[in-house]
């Protein structure tokens, strides 16, 4: 037991590089969503967010259209319901030279781009970056992802994590383990850019993916970049335990988010890991109003420009079934399942409240924690979240690009004063910096006690 | 016939972004080369091609390794020839908000990223650049790239043309046929961010390719970036009249490139497209001196910094058979052939003088068209390809990075004297820049002879 101040949390902010950002709230009269093409408007609120000590910004993102809701992706069309979704990767790239600190992180799901050419990638952004880059490890969940790309279905959510297993080493070999530590040698007198005997061909050659070769790009400030990850299933946890540094959570309460992340820190510790190699981040969404009345008439607000059918339209995309098929007002003792309709029901279940209705229940899905209040009110939150072990918030868009503003005037000075929030950054790349005054403090690379260690020729990297 | 002054050439720069950009002199003292990973110098090189009124910032690239001499990488990685190589699409992002008129065109093979996912990755950047991107379309000639990606084998010539086919369809289907001109309305008071009845499933259903869907992004200034292409062999050019804006030439002389220019011209028009819609860029590298012995002196000093097998390492793998296995320094009328060596005879045979070697003869192809003089030669040669009926000088990095602001100091002022470079950027997407004063002025868009215009569901795009 430590009877020293809890450490800081950490902010993550979680937009979609699409109109209507996560919430699909483009047409909100502040949103200035339909501005998302604009990179003038990205540099600001980078910057803003690196004035304000942010440690980094985040997409999620996905390649697909929710179309599982009434089989259509006409609401997802017509409402910009994360759609269209432009490419993350590019964005952060774009943000590179205007910011010093911040880090960069995006979902980009395994069918997306072949690993070695993903590693081309990461590591060319990570070197740009000087060590700035995080990836969120996905696998997609949408079917149109998967038949766009050619597969004639979508593997089942097991299979999926066994592809992501295989997809992460052999991203592994190539950035960690082709390059050794010494091989890049510049010696101008003798003409030798690089020792080719200290650069080895990974030979990987598993179930998904044959790659024999040397990884193209000589090793970056992370060499791996931060790996996050948001699965809570138990093939998610398993994979977050053996690869994760950091991992998305969405508790229902600060005692459900302890059990949580008790449970995941027992399953590093099982892997050799130490309990404290994992940071937990809360997605959260804020509205902030200088009186509660205010922020709940701000809340209003945006529930009147949100798509009726949002919560549905998202929730059935994430499920893989279509929530139209009953009536999703009906409280959930009163509905009537039939035989097919197994996984709603299943869901359905799972209300802690039998008046809930589907509809309520898709919400807090959607909606992430939404915190309606004062600063204080934010800042009280917050300080309960870290209380309860969480090290930091992942603040999830609501309102399109402006309410960050918001949190940045309002929330961050209380946060800062109460000393929930970084005044400057630690030094370093975004793995040093975010480690940082943890009990598993970090050079710029992955820890030898991450499984990484075992692609590794050789390392001078401290267990 | 018109008797007014030949139009303007275009000029575009053109690395590799790898240690010893193109030509592996990264140990040059002047090639600052090991700096490549330097965001700041990308970004203060792009910024003076800007001041300097270049049309385009080039990356050549290339997913493999230079592994066919001697069987081996060793070579190419000791001397950072062309290796490592990181990802262009990345650092042309990462240049875009510090410039504003400045083009950014890529090679991109069609076998790194499927047409689905590389159709939003190309508008993405299309859209935060408004409109300044080209995409040079190629095939891998490498093997190791090819082996990376979990192929057993490099497809034959012909048939990688055939599937560079089908991938620019997907584009093509993608990035102008899926997206109505007014799919997108913005409507705020009603709610409707774009109209699904005008975004279209491409239903694209191929020999290499399945995409049923609609595109992930909405239309970009220029939708479809501007087509740059290479090929010279029949089954490239076929390519190039069907596809290509911009074509990369390597003449011998004016009279070779006003053949092959009136060649391609002819073979545009008999796919219904006009003599003047395809721009030849004659691939020029430059040693500028202010007299013609400081130029020859400086060639002198780049030589001796160059790996004395670098052309035929790059000839090998261009190639695709190994130059080792005969002495490449006998001239090449006493080379005696093996049974096995058809290839090398073919490319001994066609050596305009046989006491040349297999070395003089694979210079030739690495080293572009090398011209070494004081400004007003350079000048001179320039106006000589103008006058054979080339577009635009593509200039081919040699010592690095740093030989660019040699000509940029040196050269430019005297090309804008004599009207053989343009003085001020015309208004608009690069399309609309490169094709100003032409006569085929063009909008952002594709004009409507290109065989795109089959894929369009409407348009508004004037023949």
């Given at each position: 037991m430590t009877t020293s101040a809890p450490e800081r949390l950490r902010y993550t902010y979680m937009s979609c590089f699409s109109p209507g950002a996560l919430q699909a709230?483009?047409?909100h009269p502040q949103s200035t969503g339909f501005d998302y093409l604009n990179l003038d408007s990205?540099?600001?609120?980078?910057?803003?967010?690196?004035?304000a000590n942010f440690d980094a910004f985040f997409w999620a993102d996905h390649l697909g259209v929710h179309d599982i809701f009434r089989s259509s992706y006409e609401d997802a069309v017509r409402n910009a319901m994360q759609y269209p979704v432009a490419d993350p990767m590019i964005l952060a790239a774009t943000l590179a030279a205007s910011t010093t600190n911040l880090g960069f992180a995006f979902s980009a799901n395994v069918i997306q781009d072949h690993p070695y050419v993903f590693a081309r990638r990461l590591s060319t952004l990570d070197h740009l970056t000087r060590g700035r880059i995080a990836w969120n490890i996905v696998t997609s969940f949408q079917p149109s992802?998967?038949?766009?790309?050619?597969?004639?279905?979508?593997?089942?959510?097991?299979?999926?994590?066994?592809?992501?297993?295989?997809?992460v080493q052999v991203l592994y070999k190539l950035l960690e383990g082709s390059w050794e530590d010494d091989a890049v040698v510049r010696d101008l007198e003798k003409a030798v850019y690089a020792d080719p005997g200290k650069v080895h061909p990974i030979e990987h050659e598993g179930q998904y993916y044959k790659v024999p070769g040397i990884q193209t790009v000589e090793p970056?400030?992370?060499?791996?970049?931060?790996?996050?990850?948001?699965?809570?299933?138990?093939?998610?946890?398993?994979?977050?335990?053996?690869?994760?540094?950091?991992i998305f959570m969405l508790p229902m309460d600060p005692a459900g988010a302890r059990r949580t992340i008790d449970g995941i820190r027992a399953q590093f510790v099982e892997c050799g890991r130490r309990a404290s190699d994992a940071l937990f981040f809360v997605s959260e969404s804020v509205i902030v109003g200088s009186t509660e009345e205010e922020a709940k008439r701000k809340l209003e607000e945006f529930r009147a420009y949100r798509h009726e059918d949002f919560d549905l339209i998202f929730a059935s995309s994430n499920f893989g079934f279509d929530l139209s098929v009953v009536d999703p007002d009906t409280p959930i003792a009163d509905l009537e399942f039939n035989a097919v309709q197994g996984q709603i029901r299943a869901f359905a279940d799972s209300a802690p409240d039998k008046n809930l209705t589907l509809r309520d229940m898709a919400a807090t899905l959607s909606a992430n924690l939404l915190t309606v209040g004062t600063p204080e009110q934010i800042a009280d939150k917050f300080e309960a979240w870290q209380a309860a072990g969480v090290n930091g918030i992942n603040l999830a868009s609501v309102g399109g690009y402006l309410d960050v503003y918001d949190f940045i005037e309002h929330v961050v000075p209380v946060l800062k004063k109460r000393g929930l929030?970084?005044?400057?950054?630690?030094?370093?790349?975004?793995?040093?910096?975010?480690f940082a005054g943890t009990e598993s403090p970090s050079g710029p690379r992955l820890n030898d006690r991450h499984p990484v260690s075992k692609f590794r020729k050789d390392s001078t990297v401290p267990a």
């Open positions: 709230s483009w047409n990205w540099v600001k609120l980078a910057q803003a967010l690196e004035d992802a998967w038949r766009n790309l050619g597969h004639s279905q979508m593997r089942s959510h097991d299979s999926r994590y066994e592809q992501a297993d295989e997809y970056s400030p992370q060499r791996m970049p931060v790996l996050f990850q948001a699965g809570t299933s138990t093939a998610g946890r398993e994979f977050a335990a053996n690869n994760a540094e950091a929030m970084q005044k400057e950054y630690a030094p370093g790349t975004l793995r040093e910096k975010l």
